[in-house]
């Protein structure tokens, strides 16, 4: 289990820019957005199941796989390609809560 208080940098958040020695919070970050992605997915994955919507269903799979691939990614990714995808998960993780109808959120 990680310690915040062992770690030499508190947390980074999705906005702040990172530390160019600090690697293992930039990774951190673009792990936990892009799960959070993921889990986006996954939860329009099951309404879509429910509503019988085959198109929607495929569509989102195919989305959550990219997903799930650019998370692997990340574990060979340098610094600054870990913080280029956490902006980006953080921008699509924007843009598909904002796109969600007020009683499903």
């Known amino acids: 289990m990680h310690d915040p208080a062992s770690s030499p940098d508190g947390p980074a958040h999705p906005g702040q820019p990172r530390d160019p020695g600090g690697d293992s919070p930039g990774y951190e970050v673009a792990h936990d957005i892009v799960g959070m992605v993921i889990a986006w997915y996954s939860r329009q994955l099951l309404l879509a199941r429910r509503a019988g919507d085959q198109q929607r269903l495929d569509e989102l799979k195919t ?43």
């Open 63 to 105: 989305r959550r796989q990219e997903c799930v691939e650019d998370q692997h990614r990340l574990r060979d990714a340098e610094p600054e390609e870990a913080g280029r995808i956490a902006d980006v998960y953080a921008e699509r993780l924007k843009e598909l809560e904002a796109s969600e109808p007020q009683g499903e959120a």
